[in-house]
């Protein structure tokens, strides 16, 4: 048996009308239709609601349909490419701010170091850090490896010091500063903040959408 066949036989068992499985997986009436007739088939997090939602196993489910676990199967890797692709991009982001700030300095900001240092490195780059941070910790692509980060924002926040204050005055004395591994410290901070809140606001949604697909609904209605 088919899932999409499985799919309206659990449906009924269940006495839920596709008006209310839609509702409850946030799709169209239709997309549940074509669910059940195989014209399409549902996604990973649509099968774990539908599951939920009949009051079936996962593996009740799907089982016995090749075409269907080759769907999930693609689908997966396709949702692990585009998390791949949103974590590079966001690295590159802050990578770019970091770049203009440590440039703006060289361009013209040394003749104004106390303005340079207000703008880029009380608001500009902090702000970026903290943004950046939160989407992070937003983003369940990067599971437990967003706590890493702080590392890495912590090392930037420090280069970009060292890459412009400290630097233009070595080379204005011609000596050697030693770096001051206290700089890295802000950037730790601030990121460790934003991947908090975009963890909580993640979680926060997650459990609004897990408590939306077990909530229980009426068996009443007619079948569609």
């Known amino acids: 048996m088919e899932i999409g066949e499985k ?3 659990c449906r009924k068992k269940a006495a ?15 997309t549940v239709s ?3 007739n195989g014209r399409s088939y549902p996604d990973v997090r649509s099968c774990i609601a539908l599951s939920d939602l009949y009051g079936v196993s996962l593996d009740e489910l799907l089982k ?20 791949k692709n949103r974590k590079l991009i966001e690295i590159l982001v802050y990578l770019g701010i970091w770049a203009v700030t440590v440039l703006s300095f060289w361009i013209g900001g040394g003749e104004d170091a106390m303005g340079y240092s207000i703008l880029s490195m009380w608001l500009v780059l902090p702000a970026a850090t903290a943004v950046i941070s939160f989407l992070i910790g937003k983003d369940e692509a990067w599971n437990g490896e967003k706590w890493l980060m ?3 924002f912590g090392a930037l926040y420090f280069l970009a010091s ?22 890295i410290l802000p950037g730790i901070l601030i990121s460790a903040l934003g991947i908090a809140l ?22 009443e209605g007619k079948d569609n």
């Open 7 to 9: 799919l309206r036989t």
């Open 16 to 30: 839920i009308t596709q008006e209310d499985t839609a509702d409850r997986l946030g799709v169209s009436r239709q």
């Open 34 to 36: 074509n669910w059940e």
């Open 64 to 83: 016995e349909d090749v075409r269907m676990i080759e769907h999930l199967e693609t689908s997966t890797d396709v949702v692990r490419s585009k998390g």
């Open 150 to 152: 702080m590392l890495f």
């Open 162 to 183: 060292y890459a412009t204050f400290d630097l233009a005055n070595m080379i204005a004395f011609g000596k050697f500063n030693v770096p001051e591994l206290s700089e």
């Open 198 to 219: 975009g963890s909580l606001v993640a979680l926060i949604q997650r459990k609004r959408r897990d408590k939306k697909a077990r909530t229980e609904i009426s068996p």
